[in-house]
Every structure is written in C-alpha cells, then in structure tokens.
C-alpha cells in the first residue's frame, strides 16, 4: 500500500501535503506532484492537506483513479524531491472553482 | 553578520520535533548537540507509535540519516534539570532548542479517576510499547469490560491493541511482556466513548477502517447513534468535509454489515462523557452523561442534557490528551501545556526556542514537527545572525559536568542491532529492552568486549 497523487492536483499543485510528510516522498514535475511508493510511510498525513482532494490512499482509488497508481511510482523515480512547499501554479484558484471546492 | 558555521546549538528532547529541529540546523552547517533524558533515541516514534504500525515507523530511517551527518551528536541518558542545568546549556551553547514535547497522560479530574483499574492511554501506550518508565504499570487485564474515554486515534490504538489475538499481535514488535499479559487477557467488551457524534470524529481513515479487519473482534455502533440530526447533516454534505464524510462511511458499513461472533466486541459510544468513575477502591463501572450538540454547522458544542446511565466495566482508559511540564525555572503555561513563545524563541528565557508539543501544544501529526521546527529554526539564526559572537564550548564544557554514563549515537545503533536480532529469534521486528539498567548493561558488556 501506498498514497496516490491523482488528476485533482494538475494545474493546482498548491504543495501543502509537502509541508505535512513526515518523510520526503513527494517528486515534481510542472504540472503536478507525485508520491514514491518505496518513501511513502502510508501516515495519511497528505490527505486532509490537499486543498483539492487530490491525494488518496491506494486502497481508496477508484477504477477512474487507478491509473495513478503506476503514474506516481514511474515517474517518482526519476523527477526531484519537493523539500518545501511552493506557490500554487497560477490556475490553481480556477481549479478549485471548476471542483466547486473553494 | 555572523557565519551559522560556527554556531553551536543544543536540542533537548530526541523525538520528531527535535530531528527536525536538527535536520534543519545541520542544513545551515550548524553544530548541534542532542541531548535525551533515555539512553536510547526517536520519542515518540518509538514510544508512541502502536506497535502493529511498522509501516509508520519507518519515519526513523529520516532521522537515522539527520543523524548520521557531520556536526550532529547524540548525549543520551542526560536528563536536563536532573543530570545537567539548563543554565549550563545556556551558557556552553549559542541558543537551546527545547523539542522535550508533552508526555503526561491527561485525566479529566472526575470523582473516582485514581481508583484502581484507572489508566491514562500515554502510561498504557508507554507500557506495551516498553517505555522504561511505566513498566510498573501491569495493567490488571482479567476483567471482562473495558472503557476507553476519548475519540481519537491514540484510543483506537488501545482498543486495537486490547482487541488483537496474541497471533495478531505476534508480528509487531509489542514487548514480550505486553504480549503474554495480552495473551491472558479476559477482555470480552472494549467500549470506546466520545463526547460528540459519529459525524464529528477526527479519526485518520485507515485506523478507523483497521478495526473492521480484526480477526477475532467484530465493531458494534450503538443503535440509532447513526440518526445525526440536521447541522451534523449539513456538516456532512459539505465536500470539503473529506474526513469525516468518510469516517461516517466506514461508521455505516461496520453497522450495515451482519454480525460475526467473535471473543470480542468495539462499542462506539456517542454524545456521552465520563461523569464519575463508580467503585470504592477499584473500578466497578462508568457513569455517563448524555449530551446533545449545540451550534452552528463546524462549530457545534457538546453540551450535557441531564440524564445518566451507568456503563459496567471494570477498568477506564483515558484519552483525552497530553500534558506537558517545563523545565524548572522557565516560565510555563499550564493551561495550554507550552511555554510562551513567538515564533519559537521563549519569551521569558534568554537564548532559548521551543518546537513540537511544548511549543504549540499536544495536537498534530509527526509530520506537523517538520514546519513547526522550521519555523523555529528560522527565528533563531535570524537572532544569532545580529548578536554578538562569544565562542562557545558546547559540548567539550559539558562532558565534564555529566557523572553519569552519557549513551552516543553509536551506542544506540549497538542496542538497535541487539534489540533487532533477540526479535529475530521470537519472529517480530524487534524485542525491546525495557529498562535503564538493562541499556547500560549492555553496553558496559560489549565495551568488555571491544578491549
């Protein structure tokens, strides 16, 4: 088991989850982050973090999430860590808004 | 401005908040000296954290590596206020980082608290995960029901312990002598009360989810508990509420499914709180008080409505939170269990800073540490970047004040190899040593050893 990035994040990437990992399991590209299975602790402590729900346990994915799961972990593997949470990317706030969470 | 290379800081207190205290340090080429009242390291990773979470315990390989780098140092089984004055720090270091966290178990002051069969979860947690210090607890676990007072995931954590089969729990790396108390138990009925409704718990979802999964135990919700009235409702339907839509989810699927029949039973208790523990010298059972929720949505209130009823156990958990204590001669606020502070410096106290618990109280996650103890950090290397630079000692000053026998780093990685290899012979992860007396032996073994 592990914690799974999923679409939520795209065009958001607002970063508080990084703030709260015990460990340093997120990666990121410039669209989004994504957890490495082989760092992630399963603590869950990115889930009430995200703004935008976009982090799940793997045990709560569902058939449209699960993909995710094989994303996260190939492409943990060669992007860099995120020690320190960052500005949100600028269409984050519209987001929010297109997932009625703001 | 003054060059953070040369700075010498002390940390007191080797739990999370500490190593992150630590890791942040070191990343300005700080010295930094940690110094922990047990001869052994990681607090409350390996304290508190249950013993069937190994997985959560893996948090240890962050610190390992804080611990590993250059500038850091371990002085273990150094109590500051017992072993060393606080003042000596203050005077041998550039600043002191207090991360010593809050590690009492609260007790709600009801009538009847202190009978005999009444526990807070920290000295019980303490006891089966092998804390040195609440061995002599032996908890009296032939009784048929328990209560645990409290919804959160430290009283998940008890009632998943009290409810696992020894085979269970066979795995983890629980003390063999919880283990064969555990196995002896008589526990039929684990009660676990909540002065709020089932739409209000903040239980991580996969705790509450793990107690469904018990081989021998099956999860009882009161009858109707599940009828929330229409502000719960409210609370509910608002998406952003993740958590506890969730949580009431898995509260639904545990009443909707049948029931097995098992040696043990969870019962989740809602909108009751502890009045009065009932008994002349031992417990002999709980009176609650009814309460009803009052407010507007996210914020409601539990407020008492003036009927009882009476609860049969013979033994109470509370856990309802933690306490911390200050160091003697700081200011301390008892009330929220800190020491005053801005943004991590002590207010009262020259070259002092807080992080963790007895910082901002006992409430957040392992994870919480890592910004808190930034946030810390920040404050001081912005202080000592304008003061005026005296060198200072550190630790050299410091060995020759300690007559007891300080542990190191490498002494500790000497008792974690001992500790894993005797769990590899019973099959766990690890069997951990439980006293004072029992690390320092070692120890003195194995330098006889090495000459």
């Known amino acids: 088991m592990t914690h799974v990035v999923t679409a939520n994040c795209q065009r958001c990437r607002f970063t508080d989850c990084v703030a709260t990992c015990p460990v340093t399991c997120f990666h990121f590209d410039d669209g989004m982050l994504y957890i490495d299975p082989e760092e992630c602790i399963d603590c869950g402590a990115c889930v009430p973090a995200c703004p935008v729900q976009a982090i799940h346990s793997e045990y709560d994915l569902d058939e449209t999430m699960a993909l995710w799961t094989e994303i996260n972990a190939e492409r943990a593997r060669y992007l860099p860590v995120i020690n320190n949470k960052l500005a949100p990317l600028p269409t984050a706030e519209d987001k929010l808004r297109e997932l009625g969470l703001l | 401005m003054t060059n953070p290379q ?48 190994q997985k959560l315990k893996l948090v240890n390989k962050v610190f390992e590596r804080t611990a590993q780098r250059d500038g850091f140092q371990f002085i273990g089984n150094t109590e500051i206020g017992a072993n060393l004055p606080l003042s000596a720090l203050q005077e041998h270091y550039d600043a002191v980082v207090l991360c010593h966290g809050a590690s009492q178990g609260r007790k709600p002051g009801i009538p009847g608290d202190n009978l005999s069969g009444c526990y807070t979860a920290a000295d019980f947690i303490g006891w089966y995960n092998g804390h040195p210090d609440f061995q002599h607890l032996a908890p009296d676990l032939s009784c048929r029901s328990v209560a645990i007072i409290g919804h959160g995931n430290v009283s998940i954590d008890v009632a998943r312990i009290l409810a696992k089969t020894p085979a269970e729990l066979s795995t983890s790396d629980i003390t063999d002598r919880a283990l064969q108390a555990l196995s002896h138990s008589r526990i039929e009925e684990i009660h676990l009360i909540g002065r709020r409704g089932p739409a209000q718990a903040k239980f991580t979802t996969q705790e509450l989810r793990e107690l469904g999964e018990l081989y021998d135990a099956d999860v009882v919700i009161d009858r109707g508990a599940l009828e929330i009235d229409e502000v719960s409702r409210a609370e509910l339907d608002d998406r952003k509420n993740l958590i506890a839509i969730k949580n009431f989810e898995i509260f639904t699927n545990f009443n909707n499914k049948t029931s097995r029949s098992c040696g043990r039973k969870i019962i989740f208790h809602f909108l009751e709180s502890p009045v009065r523990v009932l008994g002349e010298t031992i417990v002999e059972g709980l009176e609650l008080g009814v309460n009803r929720l009052e407010g507007q949505p996210f914020h409601q209130t539990a407020r008492a409505i003036g009927e009882r009823r009476v609860l049969a156990c013979e033994a109470v958990l509370f856990s309802i939170g933690y306490l911390g204590q200050g160091l003697y001669g700081i200011d301390f606020d008892g009330n929220s269990s800190t020491y005053p502070h801005n943004e991590g410096k002590v207010t009262t106290a020259s070259n002092v800073y807080a992080a963790g618990w007895i910082k901002r109280g006992p409430t957040g996650i392992i994870g919480t540490n890592k910004p808190c103890a930034q946030e810390t950090v920040a404050t001081l290397l912005r202080d000592l970047e304008y003061a005026q630079k005296v060198p200072k000692a550190g630790h050299a000053a410091i060995i020759r004040m300690i007559t007891q026998r300080a542990t190191s780093y490498a002494d500790w990685r000497c008792i974690d190899k001992q500790e894993i290899e005797e769990g590899e012979r019973r099959g766990k992860p690890r069997e951990k040593f439980t006293s004072v007396a029992e690390y320092l032996a070692l120890l003195s073994e194995n330098e006889v050893g090495d000459e």
């Open chain 2, 6 to 53: 040369s700075f010498k800081v002390a940390i007191v207190g080797a739990g999370p908040s500490g190593f992150y205290a630590a890791e942040e340090l070191l990343n300005y080429g700080v010295q930094v000296d940690m110094y922990e009242k047990l001869p052994v390291p990681f607090g409350l990773v390996r304290y508190g954290v249950a013993p069937d979470h």
